[in-house]
């Protein structure tokens, strides 16, 4: 299983356009082909923070969406946070962070 976890940090009054972005993406990301499933948190100890999870079949599985003009949804969510963004992508023990997403979105889909 290919896991992608986003946690932001959204300065208080854009809080809201945060979690509208990201739930615009759950739906679309859930139908694509390979989605394990896709799913919004808010902190409770912490409440403005924002858990954002995609689970994926393979990390080729999830490729496409991360090339695709959806992600750029999570990318314009990332820039409206209060603090720099945490972002892992897991695979067994593997970790990679947004070099990841950089290496994906720069190479021709195969």
Known sequence: MFVFLLKIVPA??????IVEMLR?????TSAMQGNLGCEIYEGIEDEQRILY???WKSEADARPHIQSSIFERILAAMDLAAEP????F????RT??????K??????RS
């Open 103 to 108: 290496e994906m979105r720069t190479t021709t």
């Open 12 to 17: 208080p009054r854009l809080r809201q356009q």
């Open 90 to 93: 897991i695979e067994g023990a």
């Open 53 to 55: 999870i995609e689970r």
């Open 85 to 88: 963004p945490e972002i892992k």
């Open 24 to 28: 615009s993406v759950e739906g679309p």
């Open 96 to 101: 990679w962070g947004m070099e990841l997403v």
